[in-house]
């Protein structure tokens, strides 16, 4: 407990740090170039949320400091890390042409958030988690960016998402194979740029981990292309669904679930199935997931809202506020509730798994991991998403650790 403590003392410290050498007063030349991005990503807005972009330009949304909710939940990095950097570099160079995004890829620092999330993963675990994790910001980045062809319509985003489940199944090893035939799997010389590095991930993952396994993560992988078409439609057509709907979206297309499905082939551990799909581990994801979103989208809303998407848990919650109570303060409050529910389930869950599992030595210690792994991937988005010049919440942290973040 005191290790952690004073690690995010450390890391509280040198946030200051960053927004005392990223003040909020942006240089005259910076300020003057806001005006046309702001109109430029205002140009690719329809319907509902061109209205809402409207209304919410110039609010600021301002969020407590929501380490507090999280003071006695574990945090640490992997003694990987600076290798880990290293690799990731090498991975986007394998895939990315453009240089102008690759210096951002590199610059949003995804090698420490691996780091954060796979603290005592081994060297060789690591080289999976990092091929997948740069791999689905890379693919989702198709989508979401706004200056691709795929981008930008939704028939090739739909031919996107149907090629590249059929590559994931093929790579998984889950293609059908007759019996005395050796199972093919497509050249990585044939791979989409961005399905490159999915061949790693299968090679890993097909080493690894059981067809059961296999299977889930693909289930979990299709869920997220789905929910990441629908958010596309959304985005497509300027509509903006209800806080209820957002929620079954966003639980779907934040990516978090299929990292949860190979949580244990990363810890080295083999948990039943009677317990991997028992009700109170479908309720430990959930709610992991759900906590993740809520992460990414609060640090993320500024960045999003300027490239022109509305489709973020804050600008959707605004939007559905009652008319008379419409406000980022009303916002903020919904959002803390939603949290604090969230926080309970996922605790509600632990509980049960362990009252589930105690009276068996070996199955508890691998059950605790799990969950004490889920924390990690938790804490490691909430630490990340604060550091990375991705988002760059250095600059709107105040003296008091909560944050006010200019839309």
């Not at 991991?369 to 991705?390: A, P």
């Amino acid at each position: 407990m005191m290790r952690t403590t004073l690690l995010r003392l450390a890391q509280r410290t040198r946030l200051r740090l960053l927004s005392i050498l990223f003040p909020h007063s942006l240089p005259a030349a910076q300020e003057d170039q806001r005006a046309p991005e702001k109109a430029s990503a205002q140009q690719g807005l329809c319907g509902e949320a061109l209205v809402l972009a409207s209304q919410l330009d110039g609010k600021t949304f301002h969020l407590p400091d929501l380490w507090k909710v999280f003071s006695d939940w574990p945090l640490a990095a992997n003694p990987h890390a600076q290798r880990l950097d290293a690799l990731v570099d090498s991975l986007l160079e394998r895939i990315i042409t453009n240089e102008k995004k690759l210096k951002a890829l590199k610059q949003a620092n995804f090698g420490r958030l691996i780091s954060l999330w796979y603290p005592n993963a081994e060297w060789s675990e690591l080289e999976i988690a990092a091929a997948y994790s740069v791999w689905i910001f890379v693919w989702d980045d198709e989508i979401d960016a706004g200056d691709t062809d795929v981008s930008n319509d939704e028939e090739l985003s739909r031919a996107y998402y149907q090629k590249s489940l059929s590559t994931i199944h093929n790579l998984l090893g889950l293609d059908p194979v007759e019996d005395g035939q050796e199972p093919v799997y497509e050249d990585d010389e044939s791979l989409h740029p961005n399905m490159a590095l999915f061949a790693d991930v299968g090679r890993g993952m097909r080493a690894t981990t059981d067809r059961i396994q296999r299977e889930r993560f693909y289930r979990e992988l299709e869920h997220f292309m789905i929910q990441v078409g629908v958010e596309h439609v959304h985005r497509m057509r300027g509509s903006i669904p209800s806080v209820e709907k957002y929620i079954e979206i966003r639980s779907g297309s934040v990516g978090c679930a299929p990292q949860i499905a190979i949580t244990d082939a990363m810890l080295k551990i083999r948990l039943p199935e009677s317990i991997m799909e028992s009700a109170a581990m479908k309720a430990l994801w959930r709610e992991t997931v759900v906590i993740c979103f809520i992460l990414n989208d609060v640090y993320s809303v500024q960045k999003e809202i300027a490239q022109g998407s509305l489709l973020n848990l804050v600008p959707v919650m605004y939007k559905n506020c009652d008319p008379e109570k419409q406000s980022l303060d009303t916002v903020t409050r919904d959002i803390e509730v939603l949290l604090q529910k969230s926080l309970k389930g996922f605790e509600d869950a632990a509980t049960s798994l362990s009252e589930m599992t105690s009276s068996d030595a070996k199955l508890s210690q691998d059950t605790q991991s799990f969950i004490k792994w889920c924390r990690y991937f938790i804490t490691g988005v909430q630490q990340w998403s604060l550091e990375s010049r991705r988002y760059g919440m250095a600059e709107c942290l105040n003296e008091d650790g909560s944050l006010s973040i200019v839309l």
